[in-house]
T-cell receptor, first 115, second 111 residues
Framework: GAVVSQHPSWVICKSGTSVKIECRSL??????MFWYRQFPKQSLMLMAT?????????EQGVEKDKFLINHASLTLSTLTVTSAHPEDSSFYIC???????????FGQGTRLTVV | QKEVEQNSGPLSVPEGAIASLNCTYS??????FFWYRQYSGKSPELIMS????GDKEDGRFTAQLNKASQYVSLLIRDSQPSDSATYLC???????????FGKGTTLSVSS
């Protein structure tokens, strides 16, 4: 399978600060990347879909000005949580997909804790 | 609203038994179906993918798909304690769209 690297694996930040999470496809070109959020004992909820070189498409209820997504290259997408608050504390997971094929490959996830 | 439904469990089976996990989906146009395993605090890992009606076997795992009934299942034979995890059913509609996940079924295999 393809390798997707997500960094950092965990981060603790103060309320009001911003946090950037990186998602890299190491051995393939990811034309599409997806960002999910998972609260404890809940399933993965899609936040946004990003295609390389274009603006991300956000799911209903996800604030695009708060969760900034950049997909500047075929191997890198970033999610920036701006002005983080304790309710943003969650497990954030990226997923990358090749142009060909239905499978998507997941990063290791980032545990964000806002204090 | 596209939905994927799973029984949250927990499903408890003894070691060596067959575990049966079920999933239904609402979007009849769905084309790709996946089972992921997720350990606590970890990211999901892909176990099986299935795209056409019928059974697909890979080692101890068998995925079954019935598009007419909008139903997909996962059988785990000879269950091991290491299989204890949450199993997520995921469905993709059109190519390029995101996976829609069910809430997951927690499986507990006792030795």
């Amino acid at each position: 399978g393809a390798v997707v690297s997500q960094h950092p694996s965990w981060v603790i930040c103060k309320s009001g600060t911003s946090v950037k999470i990186e998602c890299r496809s190491l051995d393939f070109q990811a034309t599409t990347m997806f960002w999910y959020r998972q609260f404890p004992k809940q399933s993965l909820m899609l936040m946004a879909t990003s295609n390389e070189g274009s603006k991300a498409t956000y799911e209903q209820g996800v604030e695009k000005d708060k969760f900034l997504i950049n997909h500047a290259s075929l191997t890198l997408s970033t999610l920036t949580v701006t002005s983080a608050h304790p309710e943003d504390s969650s497990f954030y997971i990226c997923s990358a997909k090749r142009q060909v094929g239905a499978e998507a490959f997941f990063g290791q996830g980032t545990r964000l804790t806002v204090v | 609203q596209k939905e994927v439904e799973q029984n949250s469990g927990p499903l408890s089976v003894p070691e060596g038994a067959i575990a049966s996990l079920n999933c239904t989906y609402s979007d009849r146009g769905s084309q790709s179906f996946f089972w992921y395993r997720q350990y606590s605090g970890k990211s999901p890992e892909l176990i099986m993918s299935i795209y056409s009606n019928g059974d697909k076997e890979d080692g101890r795992f068998t995925a079954q798909l019935n598009k007419a009934s909008q139903y997909v299942s996962l059988l785990i034979r000879d269950s091991q304690p290491s299989d204890s995890a949450t199993y997520l059913c995921a469905v993709r509609g059109q190519a390029g769209t995101a996976l829609i996940f069910g809430k997951g079924t927690t499986l507990s295999v006792s030795s």
